[in-house]
């Protein structure tokens, strides 16, 4: 495991660029992201550790970062001052190369798209998430979702899909191939809350009915399945949603002890998910459409949590000493490491199958 500490800044969004398995990036906060200004940090895999190769202070929090698709040495910040940014490190300069003003309150997601790689969206808490383009002044499309919205992004298999998880419960999917009308192309909602599509599956020790709306925090799309998604929140649980049939989710993954912030699925395997929570840890998961995962994989230790749909926790990271807030794959090299950052100030780099079976 490698560490690097993120001095005065507590972490708040990491991710790996897709053109060098070598260097990420962090999104930092002072003060816990409360007060104060903000530190993006690239970050390099040396021999002899994990160095700084160029930093950028802002005046206000930073709450995520995304990497350009298309400029290797291009990546954008999501602010609480309701900018977004956008920083060369080519450059020497210390100032971003473009910045954009239209969110009304804080951004806290951004995501570039991986399919048309011209356009990249954001969420905030001002109820709307926006689409943009680095080459134009103003935003391209606003799409109101009218509650705070926490994640925002494209589908990896579709560049016209963007969804949303927002905090009142509910993921909405928009499809920006339909005309715009009184929907603003709003195709599917999907409220967190409703009980799972075969309850009679889901274990009784670990996940009861009814279950309450909570605010969701974070979401990603399945990297082999186009139709599956994840999402999590303050009630502590992960669901798993087929777009297809989402009267409701087809799994739910319980374990997790305080709200998940941040979850990510594998880029190599299709079963493979990460999380990271309030509760100081990292933990993987696995989830099958058939169940044949539970069915292959080592038995759960004794302290792991109950299985729920053909889905179960296959280890946890507990290394972090703060809540944990971000966490993302490398897209290269073995098929386990990734980074995780946390409000402890650190940055870590460690490899899940180290942690399988803990």
Not at 5 to 29: E, L, M, W
Not at 41 to 63: H, M, P, R
Request: glycine share 6%.
């Amino acid at each position: 495991m490698l560490e690097f500490r993120t001095q005065g800044f507590n972490g708040y969004g990491v991710k790996y660029s897709p053109f060098f398995d070598s260097r990420i990036a962090v999104a930092a906060s002072a003060n816990f992201g409360l007060v104060g200004n903000g530190r993006l940090y690239v970050l390099g895999l040396t021999a002899n550790g994990i160095v700084a190769e160029k930093t950028f202070d802002t005046q206000d929090s930073l709450f995520d970062v995304a990497w350009s698709e298309a400029h290797e040495n291009q990546l954008l910040t999501a602010s609480g001052d309701g900018s977004i940014k956008l920083f060369d490190i080519g450059l020497d300069e210390q100032f971003p190369v473009a910045s954009w003003h239209e969110h009304a309150r804080e951004v806290f997601s951004v995501h570039w798209n991986l399919v048309a790689k011209d356009k990249f969206c954001s969420s905030s808490w001002d109820g709307t998430v926006r689409v943009w383009s680095p080459e134009r002044a103003q935003s391209i499309l606003t799409l109101p979702t009218h509650s705070c919205t926490y994640s925002a992004a494209f589908s990896p298999h579709s560049p016209s899909l963007l969804s949303a998880a927002s905090s009142d419960s509910h993921l909405r999917l928009f499809d920006l191939r339909t005309r715009p009308s009184a929907s603003n192309h709003l195709t599917l909602s999907v409220p967190l809350h409703s009980p799972p599509q075969n309850p009679s599956n889901t274990s009784k020790t670990s996940i009861s009915a009814p279950f309450p709306p909570s605010e969701a925090l974070t979401h990603d799309w399945n990297k082999y399945r186009d139709t599956i998604l994840a999402v999590a929140g303050v009630d502590r649980l992960i669901r798993v949603f087929d777009i297809r049939k989402a009267s409701g989710p087809v799994a739910v993954l319980a374990g997790h002890d305080y709200a998940v912030r941040k979850i990510a699925w594998s880029p190599h395997l299709p079963d493979l998910l990460l999380s990271a929570s309030y509760d100081m840890t990292c933990r993987a998961w696995t989830w099958a459409t058939d169940g044949s995962a539970a069915a292959t994989l080592p038995p759960m230790t004794p302290s792991g949590p109950a299985l729920s749909l053909g889905g179960r926790e296959l280890g946890r990271m507990p290394a972090h000493t703060e809540f944990v807030t971000g966490v993302d794959w490398c897209l290269f090299g073995a098929e386990g490491w990734c980074a995780s950052c946390g409000w402890d100030e650190r940055l870590l780099v460690w490899d899940v199958r180290a942690v399988v079976g803990r």
